[in-house]
Nanobody, 125 residues
Framework: VQLQASGGGLVQAGGSLRLSCAAS????????MGWFRQAPGKEREFVGVIGGIIYYADSVKGRFTISRDNAKNTIYLQMNSLKPEDTAVYYC??????????????????????WGQGTQVTVSS
């Protein structure tokens, strides 16, 4: 089972990027799929999740949108109005099949069994 994140890059503040996370090895339609990020010198933090719910961290709510294409076994993170503080390595992650994802448990990194390798997003001011 592999998760492959892509789409990162360098963008100016106010710009947009779309990250993709392609899953292989199994079908992830019943898995909760999340995005996390880790900025230099900081702990990895929750960004958003799509599963039975779609839920976002307050810091990205209204700017970021998660979607999924089950036919392609891929999820996306559309990031608009990017800020320098969004600079980080972005990781996608997947829960085990059938995990009940809630707005309470979705932030826990140990909820997610599978992790991608990360993609760098750099937002210049």
């Amino acid at each position: 089972v592999q998760l492959q994140a892509s789409g990162g890059g360098l963008v100016q503040a106010g710009g947009s990027l779309r990250l993709s996370c392609a899953a292989s090895g199994r079908t992830f339609t019943t898995h909760g799929m999340g995005w996390f990020r880790q900025a230099p010198g900081k702990e990895r933090e929750f960004v958003g999740v799509i599963g039975g719910i779609i839920y976002y961290a307050d810091s990205v709510k209204g700017r970021f949108t998660i979607s999924r294409d089950n036919a392609k076994n891929t999820i996306y993170l559309q990031m608009n109005s990017l800020k320098p503080e969004d600079t980080a390595v972005y990781y996608c992650a997947a829960t085990q099949a059938g995990t009940w994802v809630t707005d309470t448990n979705c932030r826990r990194q140990n909820l997610y069994r599978y992790w991608g390798q990360g993609t760098q997003v750099t937002v210049s001011s």
